[in-house]
């Protein structure tokens, strides 16, 4: 390697560590049930529904690390889950879909 070679080499090496101090964005779940929010933060949820008596919705606590949330849902309840954008400032957006 030329001497020119290993000065473009540590140049492109500090550049790629250069981030701006940026995190890069997550996205995390939220429930909105007839027009509430019921759940934010969620990173997982998983649906389990039964006939005739709805459906429960468990995620892992976004309060509580370590614990499981449970929210259970009546019959006939509208209820959407969706994806926000954790951007890091403080202006968390939905997620396209």
Known sequence: ??????????????????????STPTANLSV???GRLELAGAATIDVTSTPGRGASLSF???????QTGTLPLPD??????APVLNTGDKTDKPAAS
Not at 60 to 66: K, S, T
Request: proline share 8%; with cysteine.
């Open 60 to 66: 892992p606590d976004p309060v509580n690390p370590g």
């Open 1 to 22: 390697m030329t001497m020119r070679s290993i000065g473009l080499v540590s140049l492109l090496l500090l550049l790629s560590a250069c981030g701006g101090g940026h």
């Open 32 to 34: 909105t049930c007839d």
């Open 76 to 81: 006939g309840r509208a209820c959407t889950i």
